[in-house]
């Protein structure tokens, strides 16, 4: 069972909580001290203090550089058979259909030189349509699907294409402040060409009106990066009286670091 950030995950009894007003307050300063420093940023802070709680989830040491290799004997491994046809498409895990506007995302997992990697295994996890995860810390008042669990799993091609079939996931509030909704979003989670490279990371859906307000999205504070966290339409990917489409291309890089 993959862990869910971004679920209510915090306590409001345990600090005082923070108007969207001082979150947004909070962005903004971090966001124009940003701007006037030299080095563009396109990972997202670790420590950000508008995201409460990454306080007491970032790395405290250093990463380190590791063997590759050294790591691919101890890493889990899996199998072709392991991963099922069915397995990415979250429309038919239950007896009935799910809930909600029929998506279908796609994309390339490619790496920092532009070529596909083939055979890698792409995991994501969502809400439902109304903004509910299965998980016993979501308890916000939106109904559970009962056919629709929210997790899914497929091996690249070797064009190194990965497509998902599911129902687009609502925004949902969660705890870091008072009034905060999380944008749509799906979870991704990818391997590139050795299990150091393992990224995890969300994709966002344009336009979405939540973005301006929303900590998580604002720690990517590169404009342009948090650009390419956000999927595109795709009239082409839709398909007649089927499903909408989105394309999302990701980029697994190559630094073999770990946290220890
Ligand atoms: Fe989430």
């Given at each position: 069972?993959?862990?869910?950030?971004?679920?209510?995950?915090?306590?409001?009894?345990?600090?005082?909580?923070?108007?969207?007003?001082?979150?947004?307050a909070?962005?903004a300063?971090?966001?124009?001290?940003y701007e006037?420093?030299?080095?563009?940023?396109?990972?997202?802070?670790?420590?950000?203090?508008?995201?409460?709680?990454?306080?007491?989830?970032?790395?405290?040491?250093?990463?380190?550089?590791?063997?590759?290799?050294?790591?691919?004997?101890?890493a889990?491994?899996?199998?072709?058979?392991?991963?099922g046809?069915?397995?990415?498409?979250?429309?038919v895990q239950?007896?009935?259909?799910?809930?909600?506007?029929?998506?279908?995302?796609?994309?390339?997992v490619?790496?920092?030189?532009?070529?596909?990697?083939?055979?890698?295994?792409?995991?994501?996890?969502?809400?439902?349509?109304?903004?509910?995860?299965?998980?016993?810390?979501?308890?916000?008042p939106?109904p559970?699907?009962?056919?629709?669990?929210g997790?899914?799993?497929?091996?690249?091609?070797?064009?190194g294409?990965?497509?998902?079939?599911?129902?687009?996931?609502?925004?949902?509030?969660?705890?870091?402040?008072?009034?905060?909704?999380?944008?749509?979003h799906?979870?991704?989670?990818?391997?590139?060409?050795?299990?150091?490279q393992?990224?995890?990371?969300?994709?966002?859906?344009?336009?979405?009106?939540?973005?301006?307000y929303?900590?998580?999205?604002?720690?990517?504070?590169?404009r342009?990066?948090?650009?390419?966290?956000?999927?595109?339409?795709?009239?082409?990917?839709?398909?007649?009286?089927?499903?909408?489409?989105?394309r999302w291309?990701?980029?697994?890089?190559?630094?073999?670091?770990?946290?220890?």
């Amino acid at each position: 069972m993959p862990t869910i950030p971004g679920v209510a995950n915090t306590s409001p009894s345990s600090a005082k909580v923070a108007s969207q007003e001082a979150i947004n307050a909070e962005i903004a300063l971090i966001a124009d001290g940003y701007e006037r420093g030299p080095q563009p940023e396109s990972h997202p802070r670790l420590d950000y203090p508008p995201y409460r709680s990454s306080a007491k989830r970032c790395p405290t040491n250093d990463l380190y550089r590791t063997d590759p290799e050294l790591i691919e004997r101890t890493a889990p491994v899996f199998g072709q058979q392991d991963v099922g046809p069915f397995d990415s498409d979250l429309t038919v895990q239950h007896l009935g259909a799910p809930i909600g506007e029929r998506i279908v995302v796609t994309g390339c997992v490619i790496d920092t030189d532009g070529r596909p990697i083939a055979g890698q295994l792409v995991e994501v996890w969502q809400a439902n349509a109304a903004g509910r995860y299965i998980h016993i810390r979501d308890q916000h008042p939106a109904p559970l699907d009962p056919n629709f669990t929210g997790v899914g799993r497929c091996l690249t091609g070797a064009d190194g294409r990965y497509s998902f079939t599911t129902v687009k996931p609502g925004p949902y509030p969660w705890r870091n402040h008072h009034n905060a909704w999380r944008p749509a979003h799906i979870h991704f989670s990818v391997f590139g060409r050795a299990f150091t490279q393992r990224l995890i990371t969300q994709m966002y859906f344009p336009g979405d009106p939540l973005f301006d307000y929303d900590p998580i999205f604002q720690s990517v504070l590169d404009r342009r990066s948090r650009e390419r966290i956000v999927a595109t339409y795709d009239h082409d990917v839709s398909s007649h009286e089927e499903h909408t489409g989105y394309r999302w291309d990701i980029v697994v890089g190559k630094t073999p670091m770990v946290n220890p």
